[in-house]
């Protein structure tokens, strides 16, 4: 009797465990979303995140969608994903993206956008092209010396020699501006090389790991190699913070300006913990802006900014009267001695509009080359999109 016990309670166990691992296999699948935009959307992105919160990408403009045939662009993205905008024009002073366009998790979808930036959503095919399958790629950052023109990065698989790219001197990388230069190559490369000028100077053959890395070249040819950002190496700093008395569960939300690199995953953060009369977080020394918000990121002060490498005090008194200091205030939060803090506001370009909604979700635009929050009123959750302010 034991052992039919015990067996049928090790079917019943395993059948309970079933759609754990069914959903766990389908969160790592990867989906393409296919869009076709208005002339002069140039270099368009992909922006993406679930109803939760949870954004597919560390950073706006999100990923730089791949050219098709017949003017379609496409990108993989995480079965997860519910929402989107597609963004152009970023490295101008015009920049265009869609509002957030609502799609069904786990579905290849085609989105056509108008010249009033206006999306149809398909789940067919609206052209007879192929898509090419999804080859999961690692990001290359490279510093290179001022007089180059123009920076590649040639990578193939060593001893077999697969090449990553058709033809020398490879994939063109795109000046940020940080002063690095970026691209992606496949994760199965373990051989690099970045070469300038049309590939009339470049390093010597480098191996890789197939990860995120970063390689600053010399005058001399010469190289370093990091698998870790130079730029955001700092050690962790302490952020308190106190806020009203009404801002139940306060999360601070943190990120890097320009470039728009998050801290936390998904809005609204990460949760602060009180201890004594403040609430505490270490959060990375790399970043310079930061969010104090409460009620599940309900209620929010605007973007301060922030000295990057200094723990922070922070006394909010209401969502548009926050103050930032490098030396814990004296007196009364509430009563803030001007003179011995610092008052933050907003940066500018100005924030963002405010979202229209869209069924049960209200989604906000990117405005001015920055993302809006999205809100989603079902679940009374709100996703911080990317770096300007949250509603």
């Known amino acids: 009797m034991k052992k039919k016990f015990a067996l049928l309670l090790s079917i019943m166990l395993c059948l309970f465990c079933l759609p754990s691992a069914a959903f766990?296999?389908?969160?790592?699948?990867?989906?393409?979303?296919?869009?076709?935009?208005?002339?002069?959307?140039?270099?368009?992105?992909?922006?993406?995140?679930?109803?939760?919160?949870?954004?597919?990408?560390?950073?706006?403009?999100?990923?730089?969608?791949?050219?098709?045939?017949?003017?379609?662009?496409?990108?993989?993205?995480?079965?997860f994903v519910q929402n989107v905008i597609v963004?152009?024009?970023?490295?101008?002073?015009?920049?265009?993206?869609?509002?957030?366009?609502?799609?069904?998790?786990g579905k290849e979808v085609w989105l056509t956008i108008g010249e009033d930036a206006a999306a149809e959503v398909a789940y067919e095919s609206q052209a007879r092209i192929e898509i090419p399958e999804y080859v999961e790629k690692f990001v290359v950052h490279a510093y290179v010396p001022l007089d180059w023109k123009t920076a590649n990065l040639w990578a193939w698989s060593a001893p077999d020699g697969t090449n990553a790219f058709d033809a020398w001197p490879g994939l063109a990388l795109k000046e940020g501006g940080d002063g690095w230069f970026t691209g992606k190559a496949p994760v199965w490369v373990n051989s690099i090389i970045v070469n300038g000028n049309e590939g009339t100077v470049q390093t010597e053959d480098v191996s890789v790991e197939g990860k995120e890395l970063w390689i600053t070249v010399y005058e001399d040819l010469s190289y370093d190699l990091a698998y870790e950002d130079p730029n955001k190496t700092a050690e962790d700093i302490t952020v308190r913070a106190q806020v009203p008395a009404d801002w139940a569960g306060p999360c601070l939300w943190a990120w890097s300006a320009p470039d728009g690199t998050n801290a936390f995953a998904s809005w609204p953060g990460e949760a602060l913990t009180q201890d004594g009369d403040w609430y505490t977080i270490q959060a990375p020394g790399w970043i310079n802006s930061v969010i104090i918000n409460?009620?599940?990121?309900?209620?929010?002060?605007?973007?301060?900014s922030v000295e990057p490498g200094k723990d922070i005090w922070v006394v909010v008194n209401g969502p548009d009267d926050a103050v930032v200091s490098y030396e814990e205030p004296a007196g009364e939060p509430a009563q803030a001695d001007p003179t011995e803090t610092e008052p933050v506001t907003s940066e500018e370009p100005a924030p963002a509009a405010e979202p229209e909604p869209a069924g049960n979700n209200n989604t906000g635009l990117i405005v001015g080359g920055v993302a809006a929050a999205v809100v989603v009123v079902g679940g009374g959750a709100a996703l911080a999109v990317s770096k300007k302010k949250k509603k």
């Open 24 to 79: 766990a296999a389908e969160a790592d699948e990867m989906v393409p979303v296919v869009v076709k935009t208005p002339d002069g959307w140039d270099a368009p992105c992909l922006w993406a995140w679930a109803d939760d919160g949870t954004n597919a990408f560390a950073a706006w403009p999100g990923e730089e969608l791949e050219p098709l045939e017949g003017g379609w662009y496409y990108a993989y993205v995480p079965s």
């Open 87 to 105: 963004n152009a024009n970023n490295d101008t002073d015009a920049p265009v993206q869609t509002e957030g366009i609502v799609v069904e998790a």
């Open 294 to 304: 409460g009620n599940e990121g309900s209620v929010q002060t605007s973007d301060l």
